[in-house]
């Protein structure tokens, strides 16, 4: 059972347009949301966060929305660049005995 | 600064082989991460420690072991290596299982 699913395996979009990466998970008790950044040869590298106590996280480009009602969250990129061509993970944990869940990712291509 | 240390970044053993990956830590966390990344599988979890001497199975446990021998240091432990764990290994830490693991730079893994 997957606990954090991403919608699209990859998605291409031009540069200067906003990629819009999707992201729903299925246990409620999880209240904070990672998105990572990954470039090939590298590590995750965490990109924003959010916990489920707001509905929107903005950090320059990068903008997370979250909708708790419906247990799904999003990642806005605006204004992309051919450097933001990378993979994109999900990810979602919680306090006590639950372990930080990872999405299968996305990967972003940016065309110039 | 932050840092997660994995070595080797690049192994290759056979069928049957003893292997193990030693990560470091230096930023005083308490909990450490093993996952491992395959092509349309994402991160999968293999087993994480809250502290020295403590160990939890993740979610892929099958086929490995794990020690955690010091705040800083997590080793995982491949007795009997199978092409199957033919992979992409991270390792992770974080100050509470709340919150973003920070990840190493990764040890690329081949069975042959």
């Known amino acids: 059972q997957q606990q954090v699913r991403q919608s699209s395996q990859s998605l291409t979009v031009w540069e200067g347009e906003t990629a819009i990466l999707n992201c729903s998970y299925e246990n409620s008790a999880f209240d904070y949301f990672p998105w990572y950044q990954q470039f090939p040869g590298e590590g995750p590298a965490l990109l924003i966060a959010?916990?489920?106590?707001?509905d929107k996280k903005e950090d320059g480009r990068f903008t997370i929305f979250f909708n708790k009602r419906e247990k799904n969250l999003s990642l806005h990129i605006k204004d992309s660049q051919p450097g933001d061509s990378a993979t994109y993970f999900c990810?979602?944990?919680?306090?006590?005995?639950?372990?930080?869940?990872f999405g299968k990712g996305t990967s972003l291509v940016v065309h110039p | 600064e932050a840092a997660v240390t994995q070595s080797p970044r690049n192994k290759v053993t056979v069928t049957g082989g003893n292997v193990t990956l030693s990560c470091r830590q230096t930023?005083?966390?308490?909990?450490m991460y093993w996952y491992r990344q395959d092509t349309g599988h994402g991160l999968r979890l293999i087993h994480y420690?809250?502290?020295?001497?403590?160990?939890q199975i993740g979610d892929v446990p099958d086929g490995y072991k794990a020690t955690r021998t010091t705040q800083e240091d997590f080793f995982l432990l491949l007795e009997l290596a199978s092409p199957s764990q033919t992979s992409l290994y991270f390792c992770a830490s974080s100050e509470v299982n709340n919150q973003a693991p920070l990840f190493g730079e990764g040890t690329r893994l081949s069975v042959l």
């Open positions: 990810a979602a944990s919680a306090g006590g005995n639950y372990k930080p869940t």
């Open positions: 420690s809250y502290g020295a001497g403590n160990l």
């Open positions: 959010i916990r489920s106590v707001s």
């Open positions: 930023n005083s966390h308490n909990y």
